[in-house]
T-cell receptor, first 114, second 112 residues
Framework: GAVVSQHPSRVICKSGTSVKIECRSL??????MFWYRQFPKQSLMLMAT?????????EQGVEKDKFLINHASLTLSTLTVTSAHPEDSSFYIC??????????FGPGTRLTVL | GENVEQHPSTLSVQEGDSAVIKCTYS??????FPWYKQELGKGPQLIID?????GEKKDQRIAVTLNKTAKHFSLHITETQPEDSAVYFC???????????FGKGTRLHILP
């Protein structure tokens, strides 16, 4: 089946710094990638949808200047959390969709902001 | 927008028994209903999905039923095994290539 990877799997950073998370589709080309955030024991909340080569579409309440998304190629999307604060600590999950129109999820990145 | 309700939030069943998780959705335009299994510290894995032109779909021990008139769909797991213990999410989407709205999840415990 299709494989999606995320890097890093865990990251700890100091408040005020920026963190970049990568999402890669390893064996297929992803025309669309989605970024989700999941707090402990809660469901996945969609943050934004990104299509290769165009600007991301953000969900209501998600600050586009704080969560920068780049989808520069058909196999890579990045999420940068700028000026991270403790309330940004969460499990960030991406999904990628190719020609089969099925979303395949990555393993997630646990971000801890001290 | 779409709202997906999922019940129960926690479910414990004896190994070998069946487990049923139920979901309702609000947007009658929703047409695609995937189910995901998420193990601790991992991303969700698609286990089965159904489209609105189908009432039931089965894959080995897993089955999903859809009642589009009542706007509810259910996941059935038969002959449960310890490895079925996880959090299960239902979801709804207008199309397979559209954004997915998740339910709040059901934590399934398989008791020995």
């Amino acid at each position: 089946g299709a494989v999606v990877s995320q890097h890093p799997s865990r990251v700890i950073c100091k408040s005020g710094t920026s963190v970049k998370i990568e999402c890669r589709s390893l064996d297929f080309q992803a025309t669309t990638m989605f970024w989700y955030r999941q707090f402990p024991k809660q469901s996945l909340m969609l943050m934004a949808t990104s299509n290769e080569g165009s600007k991301a579409t953000y969900e209501q309440g998600v600050e586009k200047d704080k969560f920068l998304i780049n989808h520069a190629s058909l196999t890579l999307s990045t999420l940068t959390v700028t000026s991270a604060h403790p309330e940004d600590s969460s499990f960030y999950i991406c999904s990628a969709m190719g020609s089969t129109d099925t979303q395949y999820f990555g393993p997630g990145t646990r971000l801890t902001v001290l | 927008g779409e709202n997906v309700e999922q019940h129960p939030s926690t479910l414990s069943v004896q190994e070998g028994d069946s487990a049923v998780i139920k979901c309702t959705y609000s947007d009658s335009a929703s047409n695609y209903f995937p189910w995901y299994k998420q193990e601790l510290g991992k991303g969700p894995q698609l286990i089965i999905d159904i489209r609105s032109n189908v009432g039931e779909k089965k894959d080995q021990r897993i089955a999903v039923t859809l009642n589009k008139t009542a706007k509810h769909f259910s996941l059935h797991i038969t002959e449960t095994q310890p490895e079925d213990s996880a959090v299960y999410f239902c979801a709804a989407s207008i199309r397979r290539d559209d954004k997915i709205i998740f339910g709040k999840g059901t934590r399934l415990h398989i008791l020995p």
